[in-house]
């Protein structure tokens, strides 16, 4: 079972929509959670932090289920400049290595 | 005024060729990584660096060695390059540790003929 595991898409979505993706982790230890965004030919950047006890930001929303050992991030009223795909990352406890997902690709189009 | 900087944007050698790549960031940041993103666009970790000490080598052949002159830089010399070293290569920056917001500088596209 890989360490972190996401749903490679693409999920392809027109505007306005609410979608959502999951990321499993298989350490039971993993301590810290974030959702990146990478557009093409770009570098990843800071979506959010995953908090316990979920957190939103606008139309973003990450929630984190310890016992089934996923992390979830609902995008409400989809825009066209959403498109991108979004790692999932997660930090083991002690050692701090941060392991990042294979990547959601969303599509949204008009 | 860029965070994390990279040079060059993008390398094309010959295979059996040495080549580095530097990396700066201007943020402060007592950590910095390098990663290495392959043509499936998988995120793998390579180096983390604290403070200029070595505190994360995931598996990675000899011939990739980081070096950190001060805390602010982290550079990634290869050595005698290979077909499948041909990936994008990001540096990146944290505060402390790897359980904070990395940011990443705008990767080095490296092709290996």
């Known amino acids: 079972r890989k360490e972190v595991e996401q749903d490679p898409g693409p999920f392809n979505v027109p505007e306005g929509a609410t979608v959502a993706f999951n990321c499993t982790y298989s350490?039971?230890?993993?301590?810290?959670f974030f959702w990146y965004r990478q557009d093409c030919r770009k570098e990843p950047k800071l979506l959010m932090s995953?908090?316990?006890s979920g957190n939103e930001d606008g139309r973003f929303t990450a929630q984190l289920n310890r016992a089934s050992q996923y992390i979830s991030l609902l995008i409400r009223d989809s825009k066209l400049s959403d498109s991108a795909t979004y790692l999932c990352?997660?930090?083991?406890?002690?050692?701090?290595?941060?392991?990042f997902g294979r990547g959601t690709s969303l599509i949204v189009h008009p | 005024d860029t965070a994390v900087s990279q040079t060059p944007k993008y390398l094309v050698t010959q295979m059996g060729n040495d080549k580095s790549i530097k990396c700066e960031q201007n943020?402060?940041?007592?950590?910095m990584y390098w990663y290495k993103q392959d043509s499936k666009k998988f995120l793998k970790i390579m180096f983390s660096?604290?403070?200029?000490?070595?505190?994360i080598n995931e598996t990675v052949p000899n011939r990739f060695s980081p070096k950190s002159p001060d805390k602010a830089h982290l550079n990634l010399h290869i050595n005698s390059l290979e077909l499948g070293d041909s990936a994008v290569y990001f540096c990146?920056?944290?505060?402390?540790?790897?359980?904070?917001?990395?940011?990443f500088g705008p990767g080095t596209r490296l092709l290996v003929l």
């Open positions: 943020l402060g940041h007592d950590t």
């Open positions: 990146a920056s944290s505060l402390l540790g790897g359980e904070e917001t990395q940011y």
């Open positions: 990352v997660v930090v083991q406890g002690g050692s701090y290595i941060p392991t």
């Open positions: 995953v908090y316990s």
């Open positions: 660096y604290n403070n200029k000490e070595l505190i």
């Open positions: 350490n039971s230890a993993s301590q810290s």
